[in-house]
């Protein structure tokens, strides 16, 4: 199994980026997706999932109408469209397979596999 996320780097803020997640080793169609991101002396915090078969998404309330997730299940990716960026979106992003949500906040527990993340800088 192999997820790997790219696209990151640095941006103004108000500015975009679109991360994409390559994923390998697994039947992508039929799994949920999700996005994490750390940032510096922070804990991993879950911001949104998009699930296999009906696409359905979640997403947590810090991004939610500034960040789309979306997937390409021909090319096995998913993809997070960030917009409006602020400088506390800077943080190291991952994507995983898997996602649990409890109470509306999408947990860290039920991931079954992590990629290697990239680095995302809002910063003037």
């Known amino acids: 199994v192999q997820l790997q996320a790219s696209g990151g780097g640095l941006v103004q803020p108000g500015g975009s980026l679109r991360l994409s997640c390559a994923t390998s080793g697994f039947t992508f169609d039929d799994s949920t997706i999700s996005w994490f991101r750390q940032a510096p002396g922070k804990e991993r915090q879950g911001i949104s999932c998009i699930s296999g078969r009906d696409e359905s998404t979640r997403y947590a309330d810090s991004v939610k109408g500034r960040f789309t997730i979306s997937r390409d299940n021909a090319k096995n990716t998913v993809t997070l469209q960030m917009n409006s960026l602020e400088p506390e979106d800077t943080a190291v992003y991952y994507c995983?397979?898997?996602?649990?949500?409890?109470?509306?906040?999408?947990?860290?527990?039920?991931?079954?596999?992590w990629g290697k993340g990239t680095l995302v800088t809002v910063s003037s």
């Open positions: 995983a397979r898997g996602c649990t949500v409890v109470a509306g906040k999408i947990e860290l527990y039920g991931i079954k596999d």
